[in-house]
């Protein structure tokens, strides 16, 4: 089968290849013939190193697709079934799952950081967090693999894979934002339209899209935004907007020390600052004893949107039946396997918000 297979950290070269095999399906694994798959910032982000993993590597996580065979105990999925992938499966028994913090379970993931999980000819190849997404096929825990129904769109699916889930979730899962509240959202690429538009559903009545690029503003304004602005007019959009008071909620979709410290500057006293971007960790931000205890404020992190799936991923399907989440206009760009390296290089564009592969099959 094919895959693209990216040999070095930070080199912007990919190698596409029709010579990979995909490994397994072993006992509790599904094997899954991709149908769509997401271009995240997340997998740049791996590429260039600043989330650490093993080379070479597939990239790609957001992803669904049908599955085509299943090991042994894995009984509730058969060949044929359409299933979106959950990058950060849940094993059930670790004391996060026991807690209901599922997820935080990191079992599934690190396995797949430390097994390869292709053969490029006879050289071993790892996969992005367990996935793999950027090939044709890809084997994954069955608890990796929830079921969609046939109405579902493949791209559809994979959207809310990771960069929906991953928005929206921190709005309505992490930060319950109520009704009529003030949010301002830092960075509008999909994981950011995804918060605006959670923003929208949970009823906040000023929702401020703040990005460095300002077509990337005006779109925001499309999925929901009520303002928006770059970060050198967000103190003076929020004096006019809150009274000078600050917002309830800050989402920081972008997570680098500047961000962090002008979400920080942006919320009310007593306000929260919750971190959705996945930012480096050889980064640093200070922040004095002081303002965190008189400041009142509150960081918190949003990893995955604190989701719960598959009962997450089912109610973002149900909000897209409805009308009321807005999936189909979020994906910009249909790409083939052969234009992700060039989809990198796009991400940052103001007129990209999801670009999505789409393999044989796709509807």
Known sequence: MRAAIFHTVGDDKVEIRDDVTVIGPGAGEVRIRVRAAGVCHSDRSTRDGVLPHPMPVVLGHEASGDVVAVGDGVEDLAEGDRVVVNWLP?????????????????????????????????????????????AEEIVIPRAGAVKVAP????????????????????????????????????????????????ARLAGAAVIVAVDTVEAKQQTALRFGATHGCGPETLSELSAQLTDGEGFDTVFDVVAVPQTLRAAWTAARRGGAVVVVGAGRSDQQVAFSPFELLFEG????????????????????????????????????????LEDVGDAFAALGRGDVIRQVICYDGAS
């Not at 059930?92 to 599922?102: K, L, Q, T, V, Y």
Request: hydrophobic fraction near 45%.
């Open 151 to 198: 109405d579902v769109p493949y791209e559809v699916a994979a959207l809310v894979g990771c960069g929906v889930m991953t928005g929206v979730g921190a709005v309505i899962n992490t930060a319950r934002v109520e009704p009529g509240a003030a949010v301002a959202v830092i960075g509008c690429g999909g994981v950011g339209i995804a918060a605006i538009q959670g």
């Open 297 to 336: 404020k509150t960081i918190t992190s949003s990893l995955y949107g604190a989701s719960q799936a598959p009962r997450d991923f089912d109610r973002m399907f149900g909000l897209w039946r409805a009308g009321r989440l807005d999936l189909s206009e979020m994906i910009t760009h249909r790409l083939r």
């Open 90 to 134: 849940a094993c059930g028994s670790c004391p996060s799952c026991a807690r209901g913090e599922s997820y935080l379970c990191l079992a599934n993931v690190l396995a797949g950081y430390a097994q390869p999980r292709f053969l490029a000819g006879q050289t071993p190849v790892f996969a992005m967090a367990g996935c793999g997404a950027f």
